[in-house]
């Protein structure tokens, strides 16, 4: 039998808690009916409610283990989620460049949902100088896109964020004190479109990962990006909307929710 189950490289941090990082990854582009291969930027002491530690991984071993992933596997898209280390994020630059028509989509981790930070000044530049050059979607919240550009409104942030080389910028609205939430399009040197959606009740843990692999998905199915990050915001909202708490903290994504209505 043949299945069509394109190839996904998801760069990204290990959640021992199951609601972030690369498992995060795994069950959406699983549910999207793709093959998910990933490197573990970083390993985390965390539970739902916040990050305690972070222990990022070599370089060296990062670069080796995309290397032979990519010299065996036809790899449709990157998704990159948490880098934790400057030294890191050169490393998935010398994978990226190699690789040019390979789409990039790229979710800045720069704190985590319980607010411990995961970056500092100098993977920032470092992500800004290097990373976004090489990305198709770059998918921020809106507190990312402040840090990211050292600006305050939204629309000056997606237009800056374009100017470093991004093809596509969503600005998610999630943290912002509105009564419902708007994500913000921009492409083509300019505002392109703002997706409004309900405003849920609770806090997710692993909402932005899923959104990015979302995209990846979409994309190595052979989207265009504009109509992958306009069903990927459908999904994500229903894996929210879904969204089930096993601990204390956060709530978790459902991410296989269209299991449970065929049940």
């Not at 043949?2 to 795994?26: E, K, M």
């Not at 492409?187 to 843990?205: A, G, K, Q």
Request: proline residues 6%; glycine residues 8%; contains cysteine.
């Amino acid at each position: 039998m043949s299945v069509n189950r394109p190839v996904v490289l998801s760069f990204s941090g290990h959640d021992p808690s199951g609601g972030a990082g690369v498992q995060a990854d795994i069950e959406t582009l699983v549910s999207h009916r793709c093959h998910a291969a990933s490197v573990i930027t970083a390993l985390t002491e965390q539970d739902t409610r916040n990050v305690k530690k972070l222990i990022p991984q070599s370089p060296e071993a990062i670069i080796s283990q995309a290397n032979t992933l990519l010299d065996d596997l036809p790899v449709k898209a990157f998704k990159i989620g948490l880098i934790g280390h400057h030294e890191t994020a050169v490393a998935i630059h010398a994978i990226v460049k190699q690789h040019p028509h390979i789409p990039v989509i790229l979710d800045p981790v720069l704190a985590a949902g319980g607010g411990a930070e995961l970056s500092n000044n100098r993977l920032i530049t470092t992500l800004v100088d290097l990373l976004l050059p090489c990305t198709t979607v770059l998918t921020p919240n809106s507190e990312e896109a402040r840090k990211l550009t050292g600006l305050t409104d939204l629309n000056d942030c997606g237009l800056a964020l374009l100017e470093k080389g991004c093809d596509y910028v969503l600005i998610t609205g999630s943290h912002e004190a509105t009564p419902s939430v708007s994500n913000r399009l921009f492409h083509d040197r300019r505002s392109w479109e703002t997706y409004t959606w309900d405003r849920l009740p609770f806090s997710y843990h692993g909402s932005g990962c899923t959104l990015a692999s979302g995209i990846a998905a979409l994309i190595a199915h052979g989207l265009e990006p504009l109509q992958a990050v306009i069903e990927a915001q459908e999904y994500t909202w229903n894996s929210l909307n879904t969204a089930y708490q096993p601990g204390r903290g956060q709530h978790i994504p459902n991410r296989f929710f269209w299991m449970d209505e065929d049940a």
